[in-house]
């Protein structure tokens, strides 16, 4: 499994899965404008791969939280969910623009199945039960919601050794650690508590009390302990970066660089972190996202030196190693 040709998502794209790429920009466009900018910094090919994925994602994401709360409603979403990826996966022709650039991308990179399955198995996560026990339970649900996506990524991108497998896995476990430290109080509003409940009984916190405002102390601590592990895993992350083409690596760093800035603020702002919403304003994302292409030319030398070539990838990576 690994690897086609760079100019496989533009070359002979068939029309309904051009139009379906289209759908799944504009989703993007829409849904996520991080995103969209680190995915512009792509070459073409893998911009439509990278699109392709991510509607995928979110659409999975959406038709599971669009019905949060009624676990018997969200349930059906999830077999439906299962059923139309699983039809994708065996070659059948999809009937919806998600599906079609999903399968496309999945069928030209040789992503395993294995990745979107537990992509949808970290969703059944949500829908089982909103809290983690342990940070292990928390760390397999990250693994599961976005971890695998930059598994599957890996494969759109190609990496010089399959090192880069692990790396990809974790930098996506630190996107998501940090989402969940910005949306806490959101999250517990919807019934999802996503802090290890060992973490809040050594802290006196109970899961109920989690959002009240006479506890943001406490919520606070908790929180720079989480973004600590976020930030071991976005170490592990950057490690990563060599293993990808030069273009890649700087689209890769630039996504890091505006979701770790993310959590730096939640920790700046302490306990009034969840008095609104903490986002990047578009100058600093451009800023960030300057500093994260820095950071793949600095290794620019080494590069040179040791010349990038793509490497098969046979394996597939599982949670935990």
Not at 85 to 102: E, H, K, N, S, Y
Not at 254 to 277: C, F, M, P, Q
Request: glycine share 8%; charged share 25%.
């Amino acid at each position: 499994m690994g690897r086609t040709g760079p100019d496989t998502m533009k070359s002979a794209m068939p029309e309904d899965v051009a139009a379906a790429v289209e759908h799944c920009a504009a989703v993007i466009r829409e849904g996520s404008r991080s995103f969209a900018l680190a995915a512009r910094l792509f070459d073409r090919s893998t911009m439509a791969a990278a699109v392709s994925l991510y509607g995928w994602c979110r659409h999975c994401d959406d038709r599971i939280d669009s019905v949060a709360g009624d676990v018997n409603a969200s349930a059906r979403r999830l077999e439906e969910l299962r059923r139309q990826t699983a039809q994708a996966l065996a070659g059948r022709p999809p009937d919806m623009p998600v599906f079609i650039a999903f399968q496309y991308v999945v069928s030209a990179y040789g992503i395993p199945p294995h990745y979107p399955l537990e992509l949808l198995e970290g969703m059944a996560m949500d829908v089982r039960g909103p809290c983690h026990e342990t940070l292990d339970d928390l760390l397999l649900y990250c693994y599961r919601v976005a971890g695998t996506v930059g598994l599957m990524m890996t494969h759109v991108m190609g990496a010089s050794d399959e090192k880069a497998l692990r790396h990809a896995a974790d930098m996506g476990i630190a996107m998501q650690l940090t989402n969940i430290a910005r949306d806490l109080i959101e999250d517990h509003e919807r019934g999802r508590i996503y802090l290890p409940l060992s973490w809040l009984a050594e802290a006196g916190l109970p899961p109920g009390e989690l959002a009240h405002a006479a506890q943001r102390r406490k919520l606070a601590g908790l929180t720079r302990r989480l973004l600590a592990v976020a930030e071991h895993y976005y170490r592990s992350g950057d490690a990563g970066l060599r293993y990808l083409p030069l273009r890649c690596a700087g689209a890769v760093a630039a996504a890091r660089n505006i979701y770790a800035s993310i959590g730096h603020r939640v920790l700046r702002r302490e306990e009034r972190a969840w008095d609104s919403r903490t986002y990047i304003t578009g100058p600093n994302k451009l800023v960030l996202a300057a500093r994260g292409l820095g950071r793949a030319a600095a290794a620019l030398p080494r590069r040179m030196a040791h010349p990038w070539s793509a490497a098969p990838i046979r394996s597939v990576w599982r949670f935990p190693p």
